[in-house]
């Protein structure tokens, strides 16, 4: 299957699928976004909680004057961005992250692009081995279920399909820096509210997406332990962060 190609010609296909605990129903036109979401397809009864259904000629707009990539990629991150909007209605939020599970709790470690984080979780698997896997390289979900908040994977995982149809317990959040030392510390609230805005959607053109996610950021930082890290490439800067880390 070539993941370029329009899916049915230009009509493409409604398709049903479970994300975060969610009910989404998306309208889908290219076989990229349609392969990355396989693993979440989902046949559930009633409404949907998130619709997904935007018109092919607009997203032909959006490539035409704000993203010039390919149609396939226009759809990919910008489905995704809606998604991430909605999300915002059901106490959660994406985060620009990658997300391991140790033990069956999510270790999140953010940076920039090109900041480190992936391969940070890549040596935590190399270390924990079997006790550890990659919910989402990218943009792990995060959402407020029944009082604990629970980090999960979603089709949305970056230039890769490395996600999985899991969910954990989120256990803390990190921001991590490069640097020849490992040394990390855990942060004030005042400072954590900065660094996870940073790194979650930023495009809000209504004032009322911009309220949800200050809120969910501001009850994130009140339950989950954030921490900033400076560390090499090592075993020592996965031991470092997850001695700290555990204490929690």
Not at 89 to 97: D, R, T
């Amino acid at each position: 299957m070539d993941n370029t190609e329009l899916i049915n010609g230009k009509l493409g296909i409604y398709k049903k699928y479970k994300i975060a605990d969610l009910k989404v129903y998306m309208h889908i036109y290219y076989n990229h976004l349609l392969s990355y979401a396989k693993k979440y397809e989902c046949d559930w009864d009633g409404e949907a909680d998130i619709t997904i259904d935007y018109p092919l000629e607009k997203y032909e707009k959006i490539r035409k004057e704000k993203f010039p990539a390919s149609m396939h990629m226009v759809e990919y991150m910008y489905s995704g961005m809606i998604f991430f909007r909605h999300l915002l209605f059901h106490s959660g939020m994406m985060l620009h992250a990658s997300a391991v599970v140790l033990d069956k709790e999510a270790y999140l470690f953010s940076a920039n692009s090109g900041g480190g984080k992936s391969t940070h979780t890549k040596l935590w698997l190399d270390y924990f081995k079997d006790r550890a896997y990659i919910l989402n390289d990218d943009k792990p979900l995060i959402r407020k279920v029944d009082g604990e908040w629970i980090a999960y994977g979603g089709p949305w995982s970056g230039k890769t399909d490395l996600s999985e149809n899991k969910k954990a317990k989120l256990k803390s959040i990190v921001f991590v820096n490069k640097s020849s030392e490992n040394q990390i510390e855990k942060l004030s609230k005042k400072r954590a509210v900065g660094l996870v805005i940073s790194q979650t959607q930023k495009r809000f053109y209504q004032e009322k997406l911009l309220v949800k996610v200050l809120d969910i950021v501001e009850k994130i930082t009140d339950d989950i332990p954030i921490y900033q890290m400076q560390c090499d490439i090592s075993t020592d800067a996965v031991e470092m962060a997850y001695n700290a880390i555990r204490r929690e």
